[in-house]
């Protein structure tokens, strides 16, 4: 059901990430500021937004076939709630900041 998803976390992360990863928000561990890049906080929000859907996903599945409990598929959904929030209040940044970089007289 979510395979377009799968496969854009596939594309945004270099690596497949592990169920104890997705409970923890991505973090950049590189200490220098040099090392850091702009595409590497990018595929890691990409790759925890993909996770955090999946895992919902997987969780309201397990809640229909009574493998887990109601708290535990609410629990689910509203982090994958949050994460599309976030999403998409990044995506609005960037959207802003791309159109005053636009309206910039050459």
């Given at each position: 059901m979510i395979?377009?998803?799968s496969a854009?976390?596939?594309s945004?992360?270099?690596g497949a990430r592990n169920?104890?990863?997705t409970e923890a928000a991505p973090a950049i561990v590189d200490t220098?500021?040099?090392g850091v890049n702009f595409?590497?906080?990018v595929s890691a929000i990409g790759a925890?937004?993909?996770d955090s859907l999946k895992a919902a996903e997987t969780k309201s599945m397990d809640g229909m076939l009574g493998k887990a409990s109601?708290?535990?598929?609410?629990?689910a959904v509203m982090s994958a709630d949050q994460t599309l929030q976030t999403a998409m209040a990044f995506r609005d940044k960037i959207v802003s900041a791309y159109l005053e970089i636009v309206k910039m007289p050459i």
């Open positions: 395979e377009p998803i854009l976390g596939a945004l992360a270099s169920a104890a990863e220098n500021p040099a595409s590497d906080f925890n937004f993909a109601t708290r535990e598929v609410v629990e």
